[in-house]
């Protein structure tokens, strides 16, 4: 019954580091690199960063695999924006879903969600115009928040101090 409440369980008081905080500063530290590289021009010619780590038909159809995962990792620049809303939603719903379901089941929601995310944006461009690459972590957040209410179907979130029912 005690093990049930989150600050009874075994271990957790240790100094573990948060999943959704190391995530979230991945996030933000790749933004900056990607953007480092963006703005120097001897860089961006030398080492296309999106034409590598970028979600792409072109990429995957030569076997680069790694962009269905590495795409979630990058924003684009210079507006930080689209990181900011990622961001803010990761460290919202994240955490609870990380206090439930543990590190392991978070990275799995995570990615899990974001993998299907991939494939469906591939099969999409297969039938409708589109960028020629896609970057952004939001597939992989949305399915957290998508998780968080599952788990959670009676709490409010509130959306410019106006409670809603998840």
């Given at each position: 019954?005690?093990?049930?409440?989150?600050?009874?369980?075994?271990?957790?008081?240790?100094?573990?580091?948060?999943?959704?905080?190391?995530?979230?500063?991945?996030?933000?530290?790749?933004?900056?690199?990607?953007?480092?590289?963006?703005q120097s021009t001897a860089l961006r010619y030398s080492f296309p960063f999106e034409e590598y780590f970028a979600l792409s038909h072109k990429g995957i159809s030569?076997?680069?695999?790694?962009?269905?995962?590495?795409?979630?990792?990058?924003?684009?620049?210079?507006?930080?924006?689209?990181?900011?809303?990622?961001?803010?939603?990761?460290?919202?719903?994240?955490?609870?879903?990380?206090?439930?379901?543990?590190?392991?089941?978070?990275?799995?929601?995570?990615?899990?969600?974001?993998?299907?995310?991939?494939?469906?944006?591939?099969?999409?461009?297969?039938?409708?115009?589109?960028?020629?690459?896609?970057?952004?972590?939001?597939?992989?957040?949305?399915?957290?928040?998508?998780?968080?209410?599952?788990?959670?179907?009676?709490?409010?979130?509130?959306?410019?101090?106006?409670?809603?029912?998840?």
């Amino acid at each position: 019954m005690l093990e049930d409440r989150s600050y009874m369980r075994e271990g957790s008081f240790d100094s573990r580091r948060s999943v959704t905080l190391i995530v979230l500063l991945s996030l933000v530290a790749l933004f900056v690199v990607h953007f480092v590289i963006c703005q120097s021009t001897a860089l961006r010619y030398s080492f296309p960063f999106e034409e590598y780590f970028a979600l792409s038909h072109k990429g995957i159809s030569r076997g680069w695999l790694w962009q269905l995962f590495t795409f979630q990792f990058l924003h684009d620049g210079p507006s930080p924006w689209h990181l900011l809303g990622n961001c803010v939603t990761l460290w919202f719903f994240g955490r609870a879903v990380e206090e439930t379901l543990g590190s392991k089941g978070f990275l799995k929601v995570f990615f899990i969600s974001g993998l299907l995310g991939a494939l469906v944006q591939l099969l999409v461009t297969l039938v409708m115009p589109s960028p020629p690459y896609v970057l952004g972590a939001s597939a992989g957040v949305l399915g957290l928040l998508a998780t968080y209410a599952i788990m959670f179907p009676e709490r409010d979130v509130y959306v410019w101090f106006v409670p809603i029912k998840v």
